[in-house]
């Protein structure tokens, strides 16, 4: 094993597509990360950062088992059953890996539209994960982990093909692996506290989570949309978001600025009689 990889450190291509992947594995692993923030922000506050770090470090555990076995998840791309349609943008062969992503992409859709659904209806439901349910927080945090464990598996599965597809070294990947996940975990916390602080961001992140999970079943289907498309209009989205919540901070502080010098105004008003 160790003659394998020290050849690696000096080859400027080894290097070179360890900076790519952990590049490419981060911005991967946004979408996860996004679909865990909303998750963990539904527990009550004390079992959300536990939960979070729970399903990161699951996340890791997944990718590097599913390393361990790259044989096999190689041989997921082959087709397991056909319906007889193929086109050039369209393939009805279906592989256990297009069966995985058309399952993951369903079970997203239909997450995030439960959660717009319970964001714009203001009425009490009996969902497991309602905050203010404290008597089913074990509960809760099972539920939560279970489907951050079913995301995982999928973002996982299509993380490491893609990854197979850049470098044929296994070293690299386990490293980008480690690297890219790292980074999620530092990244968990503060991500999970911004949504949760500004509710129009929870809106916007389940709309990604609504678009991610769209992709995936046209995925399944073989019909690949380019994932630059998808990052660059969240990166818009975001952009726009941004500067809607720089707007609305600036004509909140102009009203504090207004408030305090009327109420010194009126201070300085009531004082005068008794000068």
Same mark, same amino acid.
């Given at each position: ?62 990718? &590097? ?13 082959? !087709? ?22 058309? /399952? ?19 009425? !009490? ?35 490491? &093909? ?23 975990? &530092?990244?968990?916390? !503060? ?7 500004? !509710? ?13 999970? /769209? ?49 010194? &105004? ?10």
């Amino acid at each position: 094993m160790l003659e394998s990889i020290t050849p690696l450190l000096t080859d400027p291509a080894a290097w070179a597509a360890l900076v790519t992947l952990v590049v490419m594995e981060v911005v991967l692993g946004i979408d996860n990360l996004i679909f865990i923030s909303i998750l963990s922000n539904k527990l009550p506050p004390e079992h959300r950062q536990r939960t979070r770090r729970i399903g990161i470090a699951l996340a890791l555990i997944m990718r &590097l088992g599913l390393l361990a076995t790259i044989g096999w998840i190689v041989g997921l791309t082959q !087709p397991v059953f056909d319906l007889g349609f193929h086109g050039e943008t369209f393939d009805t062969a279906f592989s256990w890996r297009d069966l995985i992503l058309i /399952a993951g992409g369903l079970f997203l859709v239909w997450k995030a539209t439960k959660e717009i659904h319970h964001a714009v209806d203001v009425t !009490p439901s009996n969902d497991m994960l309602e905050k203010d349910k404290k008597d089913v927080v074990i509960n809760n945090v099972g539920s939560a982990i279970f489907q951050i464990i079913l995301l995982d598996l999928v973002f996982s599965i299509d993380s490491i &093909l893609t990854a197979v597809g850049m470098t044929d070294h296994i070293p690299i990947m386990m490293v980008a692996v480690i690297i890219a996940v790292t980074v999620m975990l &530092l990244a968990a916390d !503060p991500l999970a506290n911004f949504i949760d602080k500004n !509710p129009t961001v929870v809106m916007l992140a389940l709309g990604f989570l609504l678009m991610i999970g /769209a992709v995936l079943i046209a995925d399944g289907f073989g019909v690949h949309v380019p994932k630059g498309y998808i990052y660059a209009a969240m990166a818009f989205s975001a952009l726009v978001e941004g500067l809607n919540m720089w707007s609305r901070n600036a004509q909140i502080r102009k009203n504090q600025a207004e408030d305090a010098a009327k109420a010194a &105004l009126n201070k300085a008003e009531t004082a005068e009689p008794g000068v």
